[in-house]
């Protein structure tokens, strides 16, 4: 349910970048029909969508991933309240029917959808306490968004609903905190919201060359390393091709209102920073989901180091070179600051299950997201390919040259990627299957929730956390 104002603004600015336009910028066999069945006696009419209905096509086209609304469920359900999630879990657990949730629909995996079955679409529930003004996109001085989180009202898998917070049910607050689809169903968050200033930003595009660009990687890891810069402004750079075109975007978001320098000297493309409202700051980096393609995403996390990233960049190009003929093909590499700061800042905020793993070296680190973009079903499988050779390549090198971290970022991940085994250190596993064993003892959360990362139960399951909801039998 929480997902980073932040790095979904940074997504978003790769994305943008891609027009040429200057940016204004249980018994689990109950088949799917039946649930739908009993959920439309117990829900209220209004609540259950079936496939033709204005709302069920409506909620199919916003998934951010094309691949996902490829799949089908048998009926969307739109609960309006966290009573009406609870008497939904409560009737799908009742008769073992399996369920998908979904809730921002940003996720790069497949795991909020499913052919056959039920959908639970979070969309109606209004009780998100995020300020509307969008503060906490500049919570980079602050942690990572759910670093900021204080209290979850969460549906625990029997249809209870409790508040989970510091004080009350704290290691179901700190699990929830890398909670993927194993604890319950968040239907509320509350947020530490920071006084709202005028900011610096906008975003300066530059073409991409052997001498100007990875000189333009050291310029940032310099900025980076300098915490006192860091502090007032987050810099990301997004290297990518589209068409034909090679460019590197930089990403200023500062509070301070006072340009900053460019991080090359090369002419800029496009330079769109501005003093402006936090608000008009985020208006002028909204999602396009017009723009409603194939994407697959991998993202992994290493320590800064400029000529590695650049070597990222160039592998990147010949794996995609040999994928040209792909209609629509385009890629980029985004690469985001985690500092030192940043990682401490959820120590003064609870804690989280990443942060020991976050923090071992000590080290600032850059959180790399790779995404590769394409138009039809039929090259799935050789794009996929593709990022499965450039993601392993890329952690494999990191490993080589002693730099890459084990964190994987659990909202860039793609369902390949074991984000619990290598975000999580063995102790804190070991606590997190303590708090599954205290609020869902017979995993009926594993066995009917479809989709998502799973926690794996033993030492000996620590490869594979994700659980598609593409291939349900039902
Ligand atoms: C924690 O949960 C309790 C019990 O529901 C609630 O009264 C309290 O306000 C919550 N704390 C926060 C910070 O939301």
């Excluded at 508040?163 to 905190?177: E, I, R, V, Y």
């Excluded at 990301?236 to 930089?250: D, P, S, Y």
């Excluded at 030192?340 to 071992?360: C, D, H, I, K, Q």
């Amino acid at each position: 349910m929480h997902f980073l104002l932040f790095p979904v603004f940074t997504v978003a600015l790769c994305r943008a970048s891609q027009s040429q336009t200057p940016l204004g910028v249980v018994g689990d066999n109950t088949p799917g029909h039946l649930c739908c069945t009993v959920l439309s006696k117990s829900l209220p009419e209004l609540a259950l969508h079936l496939p033709g209905s204005l709302e069920y096509d409506r909620q199919q086209e916003t998934y951010y991933l094309r691949q996902q609304t490829d799949l089908l469920p048998f009926c969307r359900v739109s609960p309006a309240t966290p009573s009406e999630v609870a008497l939904t879990i409560k009737t799908l657990t009742k008769h073992a029917c399996h369920f998908s949730v979904r809730s921002g629909g940003h996720m790069g995996c497949v795991g909020s959808n499913t052919d056959g079955g039920v959908v639970l679409d979070l969309g109606r529930l209004d009780g998100i306490d995020v300020d509307k003004r969008g503060i906490s996109l500049l919570s980079f001085q602050h942690g990572f968004g759910s670093d900021n989180v204080v209290n979850y009202q969460v549906v625990l898998a029997d249809g209870s609903i409790v508040d989970a917070n510091a004080t009350f049910h704290p290691d179901l607050f700190w699990a929830l905190k890398l909670g993927g689809t194993n604890f319950g169903i968040v239907t509320r968050f509350d947020v530490l919201t920071y006084p709202l200033k005028d900011v610096w930003s906008g975003i300066r595009t530059y073409p991409i060359t052997a001498h100007e660009t990875p000189q333009l990687l050291d310029n940032w890891i310099s900025f980076t390393q300098d915490s006192a810069s860091v502090k007032e402004e987050l810099q990301a750079i997004c290297l990518g091709r589209h068409n034909t075109h090679e460019r590197a975007i930089v990403w200023h978001a500062s509070l301070d209102t006072s340009p900053s320098a460019p991080l090359t000297l090369a002419a800029s493309i496009i330079d769109t920073t501005k003093t402006t409202t936090l608000l008009d700051a985020i208006h002028d980096l909204q999602f396009n989901f017009a723009d409603h393609k194939r994407v697959r995403w991998f993202t992994f996390t290493t320590r800064l180091d400029a000529s590695f990233l650049w070597d990222v960049f160039s592998r990147a190009k010949e794996i995609y070179d040999e994928l040209e003929h792909v209609s629509g093909i385009h890629w980029d590499v985004l690469i985001q600051p985690i500092t030192r700061g940043f990682s401490a800042a959820s120590s003064e905020t609870g804690e989280n299950p990443f942060r020991n793993v976050l923090m071992e070296s000590g080290d600032d680190l850059a959180l790399v997201l790779l995404s590769a973009y394409w138009d039809h079903r039929a090259d799935d499988e050789a794009m996929y390919d593709g990022m499965r050779k450039l993601g392993s390549w890329s952690e494999d090198t990191a490993r080589q040259r002693g730099i890459l971290n084990d964190f994987i970022y659990l909202n860039y991940a793609n369902e390949e990627q074991p984000v619990y085994a290598r975000s999580v250190n063995r102790d804190d596993l070991a606590r997190m299957r303590k708090v599954k064993q205290t609020y869902d003892s017979e995993d009926v959360l594993g066995r009917l929730w479809k989709g998502g990362f799973k926690l794996p139960h033993d030492s000996s399951d620590e490869h594979w956390g994700f659980e598609s909801a593409a291939r349900t039998e039902l």
